[in-house]
């Protein structure tokens, strides 16, 4: 995006699309005992095709932001690297980008891990507690078994070592890595692309810079259009989500919820107001300028979906440079998932918990590293983590059977808490954003 679009003011206000939040949240509380009738009926008729009508919507809506995300990540890198006179600093930027990554969700980790041991949501009185324990064995037997199933046939497939995400990153067909939307490969190869594109003898090429500039103007362009349906977006996209989390259980879950939400929110305002203060940032501004985004975040539980309106905030809100918002942003929404970390941990030792196992110190550092490595492989949609606490799991001694149980029950209460470890996710790219634009001496509006 061009300094010339980038510094035009935005909307920033943000209320239709509270309001539309709010009042998706009441319907779906009003239409969840019909998706989930007493007795364990089906949902009637009438509703399943409401909700489907609901999916519709908001599908055309995160198709509408996915559509822009490829070429827009593509021409912003491009165009934010290519118009740099020189290339010193920006492998220092990268560095100070992938401490920063790996830090802040260590952070994550180990302050979910003092709630998960402080709250101990799995126990009562000390002990498992028998009606979460009863609801796993149901779970096992249930029809979200077959759901199970498929996550941990992906598992088994699909294991992102640390090796597996750097083997990733180099695309071998570009046309395909683009196809497929594979983010980390895709931005790979925009930065070569960009740093060749300084250093080819004769500097940079006008004509290819001017097309990448453009290309990001109108992508920028194409974005502030799909956003204008976002208060009836997330109305739709919200309906579903809480119609169909199940109650029945819900009311064990509490504790488990809470720890969840309590070590998320501690993490949020409790931690990365102070890494802004210290990057001299206003947190009370930085909160205010990221409203769209967190509020998207949390809609679409999806980081990936988020980054046109991610990206739009931080330059045009927060006023980082595109150099840095356009590599911080997208890495960040593939790599850096502060939320996610922290709740893989709480997941595993809250099921271990249940189950009555009894993690070593040595098992509890294995989840630490799974938990790290593992929130840098998975992907920013939807219940991606599933997958990643499937792999923890196996790794820290829980069996086939243990683990479906163990899922099953979390599967419940998913969605909900999918949401709000997205809008972590998301909000820790745009602290990184802004400490790191901040550590390389840019004036920002915070
Ligand atoms: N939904 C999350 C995201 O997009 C990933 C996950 O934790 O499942 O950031």
Not at 32 to 37: D, L, M
């Amino acid at each position: 995006m061009s300094q010339h679009a980038a510094s035009k003011k935005s909307h920033g206000n943000h209320w239709p699309i509270v309001v539309a939040l709010i009042a998706g949240v009441l319907v779906g509380v009003i239409l969840q005992p019909y998706a989930h009738p007493a007795g364990g009926g089906e949902a009637p008729g009438w509703l399943t095709q409401m909700l489907e009508i609901f999916r519709f919507v908001s599908d055309l809506f995160l198709r509408g932001l996915k559509m822009v995300i490829v070429p827009l990540v593509v021409a912003s890198i491009i165009s934010g690297i290519a118009g740099l006179k020189s290339l010193e600093g920006f492998a220092r930027m990268g560095l100070k980008t992938w401490a920063y990554y790996i830090l802040g969700s260590l952070v994550a980790v180990c302050v979910g891990l003092f709630m998960v041991n402080t709250i101990k949501p799995g126990l009562v009185e000390g002990k498992p507690n028998p009606t979460l324990k009863a609801a796993m064995d149901s779970a096992l037997n249930s029809k979200s078994g077959a759901e199970v199933g498929n996550l941990m046939k992906n598992a088994s497939g699909g294991a992102s070592s640390l090796l597996d995400i750097v083997r990733r990153m180099i695309p071998t067909n570009v046309i395909e890595a683009c196809a497929k939307g594979d983010l980390l490969a895709i931005i790979f190869f925009s930065i070569l692309f960009a740093v060749a594109m300084v250093l080819v003898p004769g500097g940079p090429p006008t004509a290819l810079r001017d097309l990448f500039n453009q290309l990001a103007d109108v992508m920028t362009l194409i974005t502030t259009w799909v956003m204008k349906f976002t208060p009836l977006a997330v109305f739709c996209l919200v309906i579903p989500a809480i119609a169909e989390v199940g109650l029945g259980i819900l009311q064990n879950l509490v504790p488990y919820v809470l720890t969840v939400v309590g070590a998320l929110v501690l993490y949020t305002f409790g931690i990365l107001p102070l890494v802004l203060k210290a990057a001299g940032a206003s947190p009370r501004k930085h909160f205010r300028n990221m409203g769209d985004s967190m509020l998207m975040a949390f809609s679409t539980a999806s980081s990936t979906a988020t980054i046109p309106v991610t990206m739009r905030c931080v330059m045009e809100e927060a006023k980082v440079s595109e150099r840095v918002c356009s590599f911080v942003i997208p890495l960040g929404a593939t790599v850096n998932m502060n939320g996610t970390a922290l709740y893989e941990c709480v997941v595993v030792v809250f099921a271990a918990q249940v189950l009555g196992i009894d993690l070593s110190l040595s098992q509890q550092f294995i989840v630490v590293l799974l938990a790290l490595v593992s929130s840098i492989g998975v992907a920013g949609i939807p219940a991606a983590s599933l997958v990643a606490i499937i792999i923890i799991m196996q790794n820290a001694g829980f069996s086939e059977d243990q683990i479906k149980a163990s899922l099953g029950l979390i599967l419940t209460i998913d969605r909900p808490l999918d949401m709000a470890r997205t809008t972590v996710n998301v909000f820790g790219d745009t602290v990184g954003a802004v400490v790191i634009a901040k550590s390389e001496g840019e004036k920002l509006d915070e």
